[in-house]
């Protein structure tokens, strides 16, 4: 079965600095989907980023990009210049192959700080 | 415009007593989702459905019932909650996910959140 890792829970930035989230998965699937999602207070789940991984260029989203390695099963997210509106939680999430579920992991809490 | 709504946003009930949460989106996508979010846990899939008449478990369905009597339309029932069902719900919907069984991963747009607790 899929399974999505998020090694920190926590993590926090000063803000105009950039953060770099982990993301590890597992799977014997050839061709997934990986994205971030973010959570600010409000509690609503929007999309940051997302990844297929058939394509080798790393995708990104003006201050988000992520850093993508198949082989390694790892997805990080990097945040570029920080602002206070980034703090939020943000789960990455995998989907695959023939199955049609979706996977998240734990989360990570970020906080940028002024 | 485009969106999921859930209702209620928030409810709190008894054990025992049913409940439905509805969830209904407008971008006449094939895929509805439930999942719980649980600190710690992250999102987890309770149901999914590819199409109307189509639904499949995901990681948690005990003590959860779904139907897709319409593609619009994809209610989450608890028939006799339970003080461990207490928990964040979140319906979600996207494209087709799958096209004669491939995996589109198309991204999913979620609704509000449901903030439930079971007494």
């Known amino acids: 079965a899929q399974t999505v890792t998020q090694s920190q829970p926590e993590m926090s930035v000063q803000e105009a600095e950039t953060v770099t989230l982990s993301c590890t998965y597992d799977?014997?699937?050839?061709?997934?989907?990986l994205f971030w999602y973010k959570q600010p207070p409000s509690r609503q789940m929007i999309l940051v980023i997302r990844?297929?991984?058939?394509?080798?260029q790393n995708a990104t989203e003006n201050r988000f990009s992520v850093n993508f390695q198949k082989a390694a099963k790892s997805f990080s997210l990097k945040i570029s210049d920080s602002q206070l509106g980034d703090t939020a939680m943000y789960f990455c999430?995998?989907?695959?192959?023939?199955?049609?579920?979706?996977?998240f992991g734990a989360g990570t809490r970020l906080t940028v700080k002024p | 415009e485009a969106q999921v709504t859930q209702n209620p946003r928030y409810l709190i009930t008894v054990t025992g007593k049913k409940l439905t949460v509805t969830c209904s989106q407008n971008m006449n996508h094939e895929y509805m989702s439930w999942y719980r979010q649980d600190p710690g846990l992250g999102l987890r899939q309770i149901y999914y459905s590819m199409n109307v008449e189509v639904t499949d478990k995901g990681d948690v369905p005990e003590g959860y019932k779904v139907s897709r009597k319409e593609k619009r339309n994809f209610p989450l029932i608890l028939e006799s909650p339970s003080p461990n069902q207490t928990s964040l719900y979140f319906c979600?919907?996207?494209?087709?996910?799958?096209?004669?069984?491939?995996?589109?991963?198309?991204?999913?747009?979620f609704g509000p959140g449901t903030r439930l607790t079971v007494l």
């Open positions: 990844q297929e991984a058939y394509k080798q």
């Open positions: 979600a919907s996207s494209l087709l996910m799958g096209l004669a069984g491939g995996n589109k991963g198309d991204t999913q747009y």
């Open positions: 999430a995998f989907t695959g192959g023939n199955n049609n579920d979706m996977r």
């Open positions: 799977t014997s699937e050839s061709n997934y989907y």
